[in-house]
């Protein structure tokens, strides 16, 4: 089975504080991404990354940047939390040919006061 | 980039009723898949359609594709309670999904 994990199911921070979002895949999968998701507004793309060191913007990057040092582990970066970006933070992977399937984490809600 | 769109929003039927849930999309696609999302196991997927298929079976599941008015339907039929969740449509141009906001069924025990 594919497994997809985040470091936390539920987080809390506060307005101006560095937020690091975990999220390990283990099907050596090439492809990796984060959403937001927020009612009313569906999944929404911030970043993906195609390969080691390779990110790409998605919809809605402003005020995130990621990570990808090893295959297996693309990390979101909230520079300065801010209350709006409190959300569900859900992570996929991907191959990059084929079905184009994509495998979720079980995310992470977090709240920003 | 474009957005599927489910239609209705919220749909609510008995246990052993059949669902029928409906997405629009904007531009060619590759293939379009719909996922669920419920509160006990995030958002997996459920099945993939190519462009060039009319309709796929998957146990309960029956997707239908219509390239020329640019909708699919997906039908649950002989519903139950654990099919409550939300559903999404999602179309593909490369690796990048797109996703609307989701048809919320409720099926009633």
């Known amino acids: 089975d594919v497994k997809v994990t985040q470091s936390s199911r539920y987080l809390v921070k506060r307005t101006g504080e560095k937020v690091f979002l975990e999220c390990v895949q283990d099907?050596?999968?090439?492809?990796m991404f984060w959403y937001r998701q927020d009612p009313g507004l569906g999944l929404r793309l911030i970043y993906f990354s195609y390969d080691v060191k390779m990110k790409e913007k998605g919809d809605i990057p402003e005020g995130y940047s990621v990570s990808r040092e090893k295959k297996e582990r693309f990390s979101l970066i909230l520079e300065s939390a801010s209350t709006n970006q409190t959300s569900m933070y859900l992570c996929a992977s991907s191959f990059m040919a084929g079905t184009y399937e994509q495998y979720f984490g079980p995310g992470t809600r977090l709240t920003v006061t | 980039s474009q957005q599927g769109e489910e239609d209705p929003q919220a749909l609510s039927i008995q246990e052993g009723e059949n669902a029928t849930m409906n997405c629009s999309y904007k531009t060619s696609i590759n293939n379009l898949q719909w996922y669920r999302q419920n509160s006990g196991r995030g958002l997996v997927h459920l099945i993939l359609i190519r462009s060039n298929e009319r309709e796929k079976h998957s146990g309960r599941l029956r997707v239908t594709l219509d390239t020329s008015k640019k909708s699919s339907s997906l039908l649950i039929t002989a519903s139950r309670a654990a099919d409550t969740a939300s559903y999404f449509c999602?179309?593909?141009?490369?690796?990048?999904?797109?996703f609307g906001g989701g048809t919320r069924l409720m099926v009633k025990p």
């Open positions: 999602t179309d593909n141009a490369g690796n990048m999904l797109t």
């Open positions: 099907m050596d999968h090439e492809n």
